[in-house]
């Protein structure tokens, strides 16, 4: 099993940035495909961004290119998936779920196997 654990959500100003991070850990080998998707209230699921666990690879949706950057860490035990979050809208308040599989494809998919439960995203004056 693959364990992730989002943390980093608050309440943010529009026009500004926040680091939200990822904690994988578990079986962190049949991760090899990660990345974040969002919900907010009232809508459904939509994927934000993927990266592979090498880093060798990046995918964005089009509402938040060029605003945001996934990237990795690696330690031998544990892996950490960051999403940079700049020039915040108001439309990018939503609870942010990390996401893994073995790779990448299904994480851009929208059907990866692992998810965390969540961080919140507030983007309000």
């Known amino acids: 099993q693959v364990q992730l654990e989002e943390s980093g959500g608050r309440l943010a100003q529009p026009g500004g940035s926040l680091i939200i991070s990822c904690a994988v850990s578990?079986?962190?080998?049949?991760?090899?495909?990660l990345g974040w998707f969002r919900q907010a209230p009232g809508k459904g699921r939509e994927f934000v961004a993927a990266?592979?666990?090498?880093?060798?690879?990046?995918?964005?949706a089009d509402s938040v290119k060029g605003r945001f950057i996934i990237s990795i860490s690696s330690d031998n035990a544990k892996n950490t998936v960051y999403l940079q979050m700049n020039s915040l809208k108001p439309e990018d308040t939503a609870t942010y779920y990390c996401a893994a599989d073995e790779i990448l494809s299904p994480v851009i998919g929208g059907y990866p196997r692992y998810w965390g439960r969540g961080t919140q995203v507030t983007v309000s004056s």
């Open positions: 578990g079986r962190i080998f049949s991760a090899y495909g």
């Open positions: 990266v592979r666990r090498n880093g060798g690879s990046t995918s964005y």
